[in-house]
């Protein structure tokens, strides 16, 4: 089973997916530089094959892995209370328009094997100045969250965009890669942009991320900037989670990647450049924005 675990929304919140089984064991690379100051994180794994009854994650341990930008060498070690995740030894941001180079040497199917991958981190596609939410009048349990700020003009961007509700963001599942085609240069007043549906089955199954709203709570939207490649990956690989047309789906092995390597490889290393905005809940149950334009 392939559990990648990708790191763009924050250097602390993975955010884990499961696209399905492969017919061959495959090497995962999942891992993210961001512009924000924090210890990177790169995790490392291998899929199960088709017929896998493990439930087990297959996590790869005792790696040795760097990421390098210029003349700079940044060392990661491997979490001991998270095997096959490692963190970089001291905490660096992305700087906009330089280029990473991940370095893995892992013992994969007992043999020492090397991989690659590089991405760039792009500039910030945006300005986000503030969020805020209303209450659905037809639907319990329903909020709207608006956006005020604006879409730089003839920047070609892909966003990933992410919710948080006291800082537990939701699950990529949850989330929405898009494209900047259709608003290009837009300035955004009061533009609604995700639904945070919040039942109590929703809670269950996805813990604090999914609350339902009360005063006092505090919510964030994320947008992360990505990478022309690595936003084409995320495009691609949510469509083969939840493609309505299996004969038009991506299968997982088809997915792009830049992770260069022996034998069959998967996953992405890849860049973001990141802006948030935050609201504090005071009536969760209003349905009108305040008037502050």
């Not at 994180?41 to 040795?64: D, I």
């Not at 037809?138 to 990933?160: Q, V």
């Not at 259709?182 to 039942?199: P, V």
Request: charged residues 20%; contains cysteine.
């Amino acid at each position: 089973m392939l559990s990648a675990v990708l790191l763009c929304a924050s250097c602390t919140e993975a955010l884990v997916f499961d696209p399905g089984t492969l017919p061959v064991r495959s090497f995962v690379v999942d891992g993210m530089v961001t512009d924000q100051l924090c210890h990177q994180t790169v995790r490392l794994s291998m899929t199960e094959g088709f017929f896998s009854e493990s439930a087990q994650r297959p996590w790869v341990s005792g790696a040795r892995v760097t990421v390098t930008c210029g003349e700079r060498i940044y060392e990661y070690a491997e979490d001991p209370a998270a095997p096959g995740t490692y963190r970089s030894v001291d905490e660096f941001r992305g700087e906009t328009g330089l280029t990473y180079k991940l370095d893995v040497e892992a013992e994969v199917d007992g043999k020492l094997s090397h991989y690659q991958a590089r991405d760039s981190v792009p500039q910030i596609g945006c300005q986000l100045d503030s969020i805020d939410y209303i209450y659905s009048k037809d639907m319990d349990n329903l909020w709207t969250l608006a956006i005020w700020g604006k879409d730089f003009y003839k920047m070609r961007s892909r966003y990933l965009i992410q919710v948080a509700i006291n800082g537990h963001f939701k699950p990529l599942e949850k989330s929405v890669e898009i494209p900047d085609d259709h608003f290009d240069g837009m300035t955004f007043t009061r533009f609604t942009l995700s639904a945070l549906h919040h039942t109590q089955e929703l809670w269950k199954a996805y813990g604090e991320s999914f609350k339902p709203l009360e005063r006092g709570d505090v919510i964030t939207m994320r947008v992360s900037s990505l990478s022309e490649g690595y936003g084409g990956f995320l495009a691609k690989y949510t469509h083969f989670i939840f493609g309505t047309v299996p004969l038009l789906t991506d299968q997982p092995a088809n997915l792009p990647t830049n992770v260069t390597g022996p034998g069959p490889v998967v996953g992405y290393f890849g860049a973001c450049a990141i802006v948030e905005a935050a609201c504090t809940v005071d009536d969760p149950y209003r349905t009108e924005f305040p008037e502050t334009d």
